[in-house]
């Protein structure tokens, strides 16, 4: 069974960079044939994707956060991590990483996520 | 960015209704539509994909339906652990846009 977890600081002050990280269980990042995300959704709002990543290291990011977000992975640690820079309160959300799984050439759902964390963006 | 636009807002209903929620995307995203419920405080659960196949171990009273720009999630007899908030979400073209969510209450 697939598990993910996110980790990081749940404050972060404005102007400063939101760093998070995923850890993934039960699969490893590096066999392939999944699209690792980032997705939000700010406090009783609806839900905001963020960005993927692959395990080769290719990326794609929502257009909406592109100038302020970057994701990486580290395969060894079987993790993937977002940073988000520039931070304001707008920022503040429940985070969540999540395994994207291609069902056929175009069309992909989200079936295992994390928890989710809370990061609140406050001086 | 495609929008997809749920309606209703929020449903109250009570054990044993039948249900149905709709999801409207703003061009054709042919079959490309997925439904996840959300529960207080956890994450989205994956429920149908491709508009009308249902996720291994979802039970089979939720059903979808439709393809181009209108869909339909049907729950057919409710039970009290369906009550949560469903989000319809597109994966025709990137980025993957959601549904403002359909919250559904016990009447």
């Known amino acids: 069974q697939v598990q993910l977890q996110e980790s990081g600081p749940g404050l972060v002050k404005p102007s400063q960079t939101l760093s998070l990280t995923c850890t993934v269980s039960?699969?490893?990042?590096?066999?392939?044939?999944?699209?690792w995300s980032w997705i939000r959704q700010h406090p009783g709002k609806g839900l905001e994707w963020i960005g993927y990543?692959?395990?080769?290291?290719?990326?794609y990011y929502n257009p909406s956060l592109k100038s302020r977000v970057t994701i990486s992975v580290d395969t060894s640690k079987n993790q993937f991590s977002l940073k988000l820079s520039s931070v304001t309160a707008a920022d503040t959300a429940v985070y969540y990483c999540a395994r994207g799984d291609y069902y056929d050439s175009s069309g992909y759902f989200f079936d295992y996520w994390g928890q989710g964390t809370l990061v609140t963006v406050s001086s | 960015d495609i929008q997809m636009t749920q309606s209703p807002s929020s449903l109250s209903a009570s054990v044993g209704d039948r249900v149905t929620i709709t999801c409207r995307a703003s061009?054709?995203?042919?079959?490309?539509l997925n439904w996840y419920q959300q529960k207080p405080g956890k994450a989205p659960k994956l429920l149908i994909y491709?508009?009308?196949s249902l996720q291994s171990g979802v039970p089979s009273r939720f059903s979808g339906s439709g393809s181009g720009t209108d869909f339909t999630l049907t729950i057919s007899s409710l039970q009290p652990e369906d009550f949560a908030t469903y989000y319809c979400q597109q994966s025709y073209s990137t980025p993957p846009t959601f549904g403002q969510g359909t919250r559904l209450e016990i009447k």
């Open positions: 039960g699969g490893s990042i590096s066999s392939g044939g999944y699209y």
């Open positions: 061009q054709s995203i042919s079959s490309y």
């Open positions: 491709a508009a009308s």
């Open positions: 990543i692959y395990y080769s290291g290719s990326t």
